[in-house]
């Protein structure tokens, strides 16, 4: 699994937060309603954003059980979570180093949801069938957020725009340690795999808004973006030298705006709704 900089995690979380889907967390609420201590695994959590955002929007006890390879990220993602949920009850945090794909039914006993952002599009389309095959058959809900789906819209356009985008998704999509990232077919590819499990699937748009205001985050996200499209694509490397240094000065002078489409889904599985 890809590795990332807590100084990035940080820095996109206001983005990530304004980008997820709310809607999503309304229907979970209500299937999660019942008084008992709610169980939920963050997979891949990072430095904790998601659950810095979620676990004051649930009511009830809560206990997260936070995975990630990073240990470094762990100790942050602990400490950085809200005590109490959003009726007042308190919230439990507890740190688990391991490799979330390797996580089978067995594993989420007693859990009552599984989270994930920014996370299916670095896995394989077999272990995503393994991760829906596991939520299926513990009988847990899932809220997946927050995956890349290929699609970026920048103001003003540029003539390379489409160059650019096609290679990094591409770069997304790309074979590495033995494995065929899904990138931005992730959230198809999710979608359908829970549903033929029987699970009912609700699917949202969750796009980064960048403009003027978040011109640190724009830097950084176009050298990613830009570097990435040249590393699949070394043949563009002569002409987006000075592609980039052009929207990083309109960054900086605040003239550019970027849409970066993202997808979330909210999965519930045949048991909760016949509890329902």
Request: proline share 5%; net charge negative.
């Amino acid at each position: 699994m890809t590795a990332f900089a807590p100084d990035w995690l940080y820095l996109r979380e206001p983005a990530d937060a304004a980008a997820r889907a709310p809607e999503l967390v309304d229907t979970l609420r209500d299937s999660l309603a019942g008084g008992e201590e709610i169980v939920i695994r963050d997979l891949g959590c990072g430095t904790g954003s998601l659950g810095r955002w979620l676990a004051g929007r649930l009511p009830g006890a809560q206990r997260w059980i936070l995975h990630d390879n990073d240990t470094a990220l762990l100790d942050r993602a602990r400490t950085g979570l809200p005590a109490t949920a959003l009726d007042g009850s308190p919230i439990a945090v507890e740190a688990e180093r391991r490799d979330v794909t390797a996580l089978r039914a067995a594993d989420l006993a007693g859990t009552s949801l599984v989270t994930a952002s920014a996370l299916l599009d670095l896995l394989t389309r077999d272990e995503v069938t393994a991760l829906a095959t596991a939520v299926v058959e513990a009988g847990c809900a899932a809220l997946l957020m927050l995956s890349v789906t290929g699609k970026v819209e920048l103001s003003p356009a540029d003539p390379l725009d489409p160059a650019i985008s096609a290679a990094f998704n591409a770069h997304q999509r790309r074979l590495t340690g033995g494995r065929r990232l899904l990138g931005p077919t992730a959230v198809d590819v999710a979608a359908t795999a829970f549903g033929r499990l029987g699970a009912t699937v609700v699917r949202a748009e969750s796009a980064w808004r960048l403009g003027p205001d978040q011109a640190e985050l724009q830097r950084q996200w176009l050298e990613g973006w830009v570097g990435a499209a040249v590393e699949q694509l070394p043949e563009l490397c002569p002409v987006t030298d000075v592609y980039l240094q052009r929207r990083l000065e309109m960054a900086a002078a605040g003239e550019l705006h970027a849409v970066v489409h993202h997808g979330d889904l909210l999965v519930l599985p045949p048991s909760l709704e016949a509890a329902a």
